[in-house]
């Protein structure tokens, strides 16, 4: 009760407010000329129409006798010249019907080339549709006005002229009774409106009637008024028990009766809300929805959506998985491959898909095929572009078709222009696809900082990259870092852990604790989490004992025959999220590891480890070592 009653007081000093502005509006007439339009409007640039509308038809004013001719003539006109002349011509017989006709027709083209209307309110015929409908302006309904308004906004007429004011004062004498939708539309075009008393006083008033009503006037059963009404409520920060409505008349209404515009005009609502059950739940409903229909969306709708949730994905720390859908991040691959929209789009797609850690190997064929029929997408492709495209190559640990036939061109020098951090970055992407490019490890290594103690991720990778080009790279003939910078970055800190999720299994998996050793250093700077030593026939060696402390894994010296395994508890950003496939960054640092070490990686996958029982953890353990084992006779043999 005190809410109604506080928006009712609300609505009372709105309304007040307009009846002070309308005052001003009828002085504002007797200052102009009803002879035309002031030719020095301000111009203010006008964008399409975001909002459904629904307008009576202009055909249901009182006809006068003869206004079809004119109308007939109206329909054949195909530019805008075109109609000026027939106004010019048949201007002295024109009545209300046929000026606001010929607003929407102009309207209409306006929306298909916008160059030519920018200056159409300044000609003379302009003027002349302009004071017919201010001598007639008594016989509009809202609708009607509401229609006139959006017609004379798009076509660049400013809000400080006389028609403009007298159609927001017909419209603000009925403010009250305006529909839902009607408030929605009419914010929208008073944004592009130039400020004025009057303009400044409907912002105002607007909100608070639509705030009032919207708990009576809204229409559960016209879901496209729903959408408009979601968006609206989402961008005013109004009303949070009629968004609740809304969420609940969406998570009602069936699946098969949610078109594809609506449910991405909706999916871009929910991803601004905060993410309660509800939210979680409708946002795959609406990503399965566009999923089904991918195809009916222009690129620019489909790069809209992506951005979107990529965006979105890169703004949240927690709950990620309520934004990604695999059906979705899949569909949109098919339709740039089957629709051929070309390498920049499956470039932002790919931005996507390296967000939220999505894999899709037909998608990275698609572009490299592009780089190699055409030539000049990779030599005009920015070091953004050509770095992502390294990156989402890694990511699937994946040489694409033409592979051999584009990478020289892959890297280029464009990549250089990046301080030497992001260029390990970029020089691990490389090393993982098995290629490096010289001047790019040169920069590294000659101008790497190590600029704090906690500079740890940054460490690892130079250590990594630095091992990788020392022992596998022979190609690599320039200047290596400094002693003083290797001893800087090797300088990490083991990190204080309570407790290891594989330690338990595999101590069960072996008959105890002394077989054993967790956080053993390496020489990439990286500690591992659990190692063991099997002796051949696969049975443990104990290693963890009393008063013998072992720090690095290099400190381990296994007897003949015996087999030191590292098993790797890999986070969920080390793989795709629609495959257990290792990223080849996490691939790379396995297989550095495994010769760097003469040891046996077994890497498990955080998600997988998480979804076994006590009894599968052992057995999954058990089952690794055996095979691990077994792979060491078979070698050895």
């Known amino acids: ?203 105002i008033a607007l909100p608070i009637v639509f705030e009032t009503h919207v708990g009576h006037k809204l229409d559960p059963e016209n879901l496209d008024s729903v959408v408009r009404v979601f968006q609206y409520l989402r961008k005013s920060n109004l009303n949070l028990d009629a968004i609740t409505r809304i969420l609940k008349i969406i998570e009602k209404t069936d699946t098969s009766k949610i078109k594809p515009p609506n449910a991405k005009q909706i999916l871009f609502c929910l991803v601004e809300l905060q993410l309660t059950d509800l939210v979680r739940s409708l946002i795959p409903r609406m990503m399965g929805i566009l999923s089904e229909d991918i195809d009916t969306f222009n690129e620019e709708e489909l790069q809209a959506m992506v951005r979107r949730l990529s965006d979105k994905f890169n703004d949240v720390k927690n709950n990620r998985d309520a934004y990604y859908h695999e059906g979705f991040a899949d569909a949109c691959a098919a339709t740039v491959i089957s629709r051929d929209l070309g390498f920049e789009v499956a470039q932002d797609l790919t931005h996507f898909y390296n967000d939220v850690g999505h894999v899709n190997i037909a998608l990275l064929d698609y572009m490299s095929a592009k780089c190699f029929e055409d030539k000049r997408i990779i030599s005009g492709a920015n070091k953004y572009q050509i770095g992502s495209f390294f990156y989402a190559l890694s990511q699937a640990d994946y040489k694409p078709v033409f592979w051999d036939s584009i990478k020289e061109s892959l890297m280029s020098e464009k990549l250089l222009d990046q301080n030497p951090g992001k260029l390990t970055k970029v020089g691990l992407y490389m090393a993982s696809l098995d290629c490096l490019m010289p001047k790019l490890i040169e920069k590294v290594f000659t101008q790497f900082e190590v600029r704090s103690e906690g500079h740890t991720s940054a460490k690892k990778r130079f250590l990594l990259l630095y ?171």
């Not at 076994?612 to 058990?622: K, T, V």
């Open 467 to 637: 091992h990788a080009v020392k022992s596998g790279f022979h190609g690599y003939k320039g200047p290596w870092p400094s002693e003083d910078l290797l001893r800087g970055c090797e300088n990490i800190p083991a990190v204080d852990r309570e407790e290891y999720p594989l330690q338990d299994a595999i101590e069960c998996a072996l008959g105890g604790q002394q077989y054993v050793i967790n956080q053993l250093k390496t020489k990439f700077g990286y500690y591992v989490d659990n190692v063991v030593i099997m002796r051949k026939g696969g049975f443990p060696i104990a290693i963890n004992k009393e008063g013998h402390l072992v720090e690095k894994i290099e400190e381990l010296i296994p007897l003949p025959d015996s087999q030191v395994l590292i098993f790797m508890n890999i986070p969920n950003y080390g793989h795709a999220r629609n495959t257990d496939r290792l990223t080849g960054y996490w691939a790379f640092l396995i297989k550095q590891l495994e010769s760097g070490t003469k040891s046996t990686v077994i890497p498990i996958l955080s998600r997988t480890w998480k979804k076994l029982s006590e009894p599968e953890r052992i057995r999954y353990i058990s089952q690794a070592i055996r095979l691990k084992c077994d792979e060491l006779s078979a070698v050895v043999n």
């Open 1 to 203: 009760m005190t809410t109604n009653m506080r928006s009712v007081l609300r609505l009372s000093m709105a309304l007040r407010n307009l009846s002070v502005s309308s005052s001003r509006v009828l002085s504002l007439r007797s200052v102009h000329s009803s002879s035309g339009l002031d030719a020095r409007f301000n111009r203010s640039a006008v964008s399409a129409e975001p909002f459904g509308h629904s307008q009576r038809a202009l055909d249901d004013f009182d006809k006068p006798e003869k206004p079809k001719g004119y109308l007939r003539q109206l329909r054949t006109c195909d530019i805008p010249e075109e109609v000026l002349l027939l106004v010019k011509n048949e201007n002295s017989g024109m009545q209300l019907i046929h000026a606001l006709k010929t607003l929407e027709v102009l309207f209409d083209m306006s929306k298909k080339n916008s160059e030519k209307f920018e200056d159409i309110h300044e000609k003379k015929e302009f003027s002349i549709l302009c004071e017919i409908v201010k001598k007639n302006i008594r016989q509009l309904e809202r609708e009607q006005a509401i229609q006139a308004l959006k017609y004379l906004t798009y076509l660049r007429v400013p809000s400080t002229t006389v028609i403009i004011q007298m159609l927001l004062q017909m419209i603000r004498t009925s403010v009250n009774q305006l529909s839902l939708d009607e408030i929605v539309f009419l914010s929208f075009l008073l944004q592009k409106c130039r400020k004025t008393p009057l303009v400044e006083a409907l912002e």
